[in-house]
Structure formats: structure tokens, C-alpha cells
């Protein structure tokens, strides 16, 4: 591949053309690879079925072993070295370039990219191979997608189920963290507000504090016996609630109140950014003009608002998408894994089920989810566009 990138420099080599390369050269990579396991797995075989019959342990011979290094290995092998060519030629030639340009500035930042590929990157690429084995490292193509995207009765959940309730839980979260960021936001940029910043201190500590600490302080409060959520439906004369019992109202609703608890925070500090500045020259012209509150919140706050909320609402939806911590420590999936969302229920398959290749494979998933989600609404909204001009 480094060959096929060092050749675009220098052509308009075509994205197929280099994806043939990139087939080639993978699929030969595959295959010596493969040839090299086989050897090792068949002198290993050897020496454990030596030592196995001198301790009279066998009479016969040991179960045949097969490396996950078969035909659907080197396809896969091929058809990704194929894909990362295409795509990634034109790209790596440009960097190439630049690297023989402006070398100090790949000298400074050398380091970090180190920490990202072997951090990062990495990881990623094993996650993505592990999707596609099961669990005694045979590959098995899409059986693991399949099996996620198509549930057989015996499933014990459902994966379109639990997309709706983690896009419930992301709409609603995103929602609330904005409306009520927004709205403090608003009144804590009043200058004849007494004490600011004593209130900017104090609203900012539920997002600096661990969100695991948050999330396991949040489940007692919602204690149906000690709780002081039912101690004061108690003190209004409602009856107490089981909160984290057998209702998947009742634990999402739990799952939402700490996951707002944790999360308007931020947005309070990006649009309170914001909100400062802009210029109260427009306050003013606007005011000249005639226009009440409601009509300078809209023609002037807002437009001027969505530059900055807009990065962070897509941050903000992608962060609560993967919210892991609260959905595990406050309701645990309860009742029966419906208040599970995609990334609690991937570490179900892991953790409970033991099954690390589906759990690989809703990682992919959820990481097409997200990447096409922040495609399209940086398509839409163009939130990036100022970062790029």
C-alpha cells in the first residue's frame, strides 16, 4: 500500500486502480500469512499431541485445530486493503506532499499521531476484524450482523427495539439539555443579576463531577424505600414509586432526570460563551427599532446563537448516543434489558453473553450510526464550515 500511496503522488493514479492494487497486495499478505499460522498451528499440534500421549492423557489423536486464517480471512483481508486504497490514496499522496514540504510541522505533532494510531487505531481495526469471527476465532462473514439485524424468535431482545429507545433517549436528552442550558444561559447573563458568578460555580458542578459518582448518587435517589424522590411524594401526599422496579416507564424516566442532571451543563457554558459575544450594539439597534424581547431573541439571539450550538448539539447527541455509565449504574437495562440502549447492550453481549464477536459487531454498528449522523447534520446545519475556511 505505502507503494500504491508514494505512486498517487506522483500520477492521477484512479481510485480503482489503486483498490486492484490494494486487492493484490493484500490478498498475497493474506495468504503468507495464513501459510505462516498453518505451520505454526501444525507444529504446536505436534508437540501438544507428543506431550499429551507420553502422559498418557490421550489414546488417540487431539481435535483437529483451524486458525481463523481461512478463505473468508483472506476475502476479508483483500476486499479491506482493497477499500482503505481506494479510498485513502489520493488523501495519503497529499500528506506525502505536505510531509516533504512542511516536515517540522509532522516533526511536532509526530507524537500524538503515534499515541492515536497505536491507542485508536488500532483497537478500531481489531474490533472491526473481531466482528467478523465468532467465539473460537473462525470467520464467519456477516453471521454476526446478521444475526444482530435479523432476531430470531429465541432472541431475548431486539435490536430495532432498542435503536428507537436510544434514539428516544438521545432526542429527549439533547432536548432538555438544550432547552434548560439555553434558558440559565439567559439569566445568567443579565448584568443586574446579583451574584453570577456564584451561580455559574454552582451549575457547573454537576458536569464536573465523575458522571459514575452522579449516576450512582442519581439510583439512591430514586430508592423506593430510602429514596428522596419518594420521600417527597411523600411530603406532597403522593405514594411512593418504584422507580428502578419493574416499569420501563419508570427507569427510563430515572435513566432521563440523571442524564439531564449531568448534561445541561455544557450546553449552559457554550451558549453562555456565546451570548457574550454578541455585540449589545444589535441589542440596542434592535430596540430602536421597535422590537420587543421575543422579537430580539429571535432575530438576533438565535441567529447568532447557532454557529456555537449547533457543534454542540451534534457533540452533545453523539456523547449521549454512547452514554454508558448512566443506563448501567442507575436501571442496569431494567426491566428484562428494554431500557438498554445500543452501547449497554453491546457490553451485554460481551460481559453476559460472552459473545465477543456480536458485541464487536454493535460497536461497528454504532459507530456507522454515528458517522452518518455526523455527516448528514454537518451537511445540513454546516457546523463545520467556519473550521475549514
Same mark, same amino acid.
Given at each position: 500500500m505505502s507503494a500504491v500511496f508514494a505512486l498517487a503522488r506522483k500520477t492521477e493514479m484512479r481510485r480503482w486502480a489503486a483498490g486492484l492494487i490494494g486487492a493484490l497486495t493484500g490478498g498475497a499478505a493474506a495468504f503468507s500469512l495464513a501459510m505462516d499460522a498453518r505451520a505454526v498451528i501444525d507444529s504446536s499440534a505436534v508437540i501438544e499431541q507428543t506431550l499429551a500421549q507420553s502422559l498418557g492423557a490421550v489414546a488417540g489423536n487431539l481435535p483437529h485445530h483451524d486458525p481463523a486464517t481461512g478463505i473468508g480471512f483472506m476475502v476479508f483481508v483483500a476486499m479491506a486493503c482493497a477499500v482503505l486504497c481506494a479510498l485513502l490514496c489520493r488523501p495519503t499522496a497529499r500528506l506525502l506532499a505536505n510531509l516533504r514540504d512542511r516536515p517540522m510541522i509532522y516533526a511536532a505533532i509526530a507524537p500524538a499521531m503515534a499515541g492515536m494510531v497505536l491507542l485508536i487505531f488500532v483497537p478500531f481495526f481489531m474490533g472491526v476484524y473481531l466482528a467478523f469471527l465468532d467465539n473460537d476465532r473462525n470467520f464467519v462473514g456477516l453471521a454476526n450482523f446478521m444475526e444482530i439485524l435479523f432476531p430470531q424468535g429465541t432472541s431475548d431482545t431486539n435490536f430495532y427495539f432498542t435503536l428507537g429507545v436510544t434514539v428516544m433517549w438521545t432526542v429527549l436528552n439533547v432536548v432538555l439539555h438544550v432547552a434548560i442550558g439555553l434558558a440559565l444561559a439567559l439569566v445568567l447573563s443579565d448584568s443586574k443579576l446579583r451574584g453570577r458568578a456564584w451561580y455559574r460555580v454552582l451549575l457547573i458542578v454537576p458536569w464536573a463531577v465523575p458522571n459514575y459518582?452522579?449516576?450512582?448518587?442519581?439510583?439512591?435517589? !430514586? /430508592? %423506593?424505600?430510602?429514596?428522596?424522590?419518594?420521600? @417527597?411524594?411523600?411530603? $406532597?401526599?403522593?405514594?411512593?414509586?418504584?422507580?428502578?422496579?419493574?416499569?420501563?416507564?419508570?427507569? &427510563?424516566?430515572? /435513566?432521563?432526570? %440523571?442524564? %439531564?442532571?449531568?448534561?445541561?451543563? @455544557?450546553?449552559?457554558?457554550?451558549?453562555?460563551?456565546? +451570548?457574550?459575544?454578541?455585540?449589545?450594539?444589535?441589542?440596542?439597534?434592535?430596540?430602536?427599532?421597535?422590537?420587543?424581547?421575543?422579537?430580539? &431573541?429571535?432575530?438576533?439571539?438565535?441567529?447568532?446563537?447557532?454557529?456555537?450550538?449547533?457543534?454542540? $448539539?451534534?457533540?452533545?447527541?453523539?456523547?449521549?448516543?454512547?452514554?454508558?455509565?448512566?443506563?448501567?449504574?442507575?436501571?442496569?437495562?431494567?426491566?428484562?434489558?428494554?431500557?438498554?440502549?445500543?452501547?449497554?447492550?453491546?457490553?451485554?453481549? @460481551?460481559?453476559?453473553?460472552? /459473545?465477543?464477536?456480536?458485541?464487536?459487531?454493535?460497536?461497528?454498528?454504532? @459507530?456507522?450510526?454515528?458517522?452518518?449522523?455526523?455527516?448528514?447534520?454537518?451537511? +445540513?446545519?454546516?457546523?463545520?464550515?467556519?473550521? !475549514?475556511?
Open positions: 459518582i452522579t449516576a450512582l448518587v442519581w439510583k439512591w435517589i !430514586f /430508592n %423506593t424505600q430510602y429514596g428522596p424522590a419518594n420521600a @417527597f411524594l411523600a411530603l $406532597i401526599g403522593l405514594n411512593p414509586v418504584d422507580w428502578l422496579g419493574r416499569s420501563f416507564l419508570t427507569n &427510563f424516566a430515572a /435513566n432521563l432526570v %440523571t442524564n %439531564t442532571w449531568l448534561g445541561f451543563p @455544557f450546553m449552559m457554558v457554550v451558549a453562555l460563551g456565546a +451570548l457574550q459575544s454578541i455585540p449589545r450594539d444589535l441589542y440596542e439597534a434592535a430596540e430602536m427599532d421597535g422590537a420587543g424581547r421575543w422579537a430580539r &431573541f429571535t432575530n438576533v439571539t438565535m441567529p447568532l446563537l447557532k454557529p456555537a450550538l449547533f457543534p454542540a $448539539i451534534i457533540l452533545g447527541s453523539i456523547w449521549t448516543f454512547n452514554m454508558f455509565n448512566v443506563v448501567y449504574l442507575v436501571s442496569g437495562g431494567a426491566p428484562d434489558n428494554q431500557s438498554n440502549i445500543l452501547i449497554t447492550e453491546a457490553y451485554r453481549a @460481551f460481559r453476559v453473553l460472552k /459473545n465477543f464477536g456480536m458485541a464487536a459487531a454493535y460497536s461497528l454498528i454504532i @459507530f456507522v450510526i454515528l458517522a452518518v449522523y455526523t455527516s448528514l447534520t454537518n451537511r +445540513l446545519t454546516r457546523a463545520a464550515e467556519n473550521v !475549514f475556511e
